[in-house]
């Protein structure tokens, strides 16, 4: 007989987690705001905006990031809004 071993997969916490610790290290801020988590057939999608300072003039960014089903990032997409 054989034994499947079903493969360990993130929840929706741990794939905000890690979106929250890649966002805070790439773009240098600790305040991230999570605004939509959305899990799909092969993995979570994560949506947020964070602050960004061009010149001096602070302005929103917001943020894609794809996570396949144990947590290794796929894709990310950042983009001034």
Do not use: Y
Not at 28 to 36: G, H, L, N, Q
Not at 56 to 73: N, P, R
Request: glycine residues 6%.
């Amino acid at each position: 007989m054989e034994e499947k071993i079903k493969l360990q997969q993130i929840s929706k916490d741990s794939a905000s987690e890690i979106v929250v610790d890649f966002v805070k290290k790439k773009k240098e801020t600790d305040k991230i705001d999570i605004a939509m988590i959305e899990k799909q057939t092969d993995g979570w999608i994560v949506r947020g905006t964070c602050p960004i300072d061009l010149e001096g003039h602070k302005w929103a960014e917001g943020f894609t990031v794809s996570l396949d089903l144990k947590g290794k990032i796929k894709n990310t997409d950042f983009s001034l809004l």
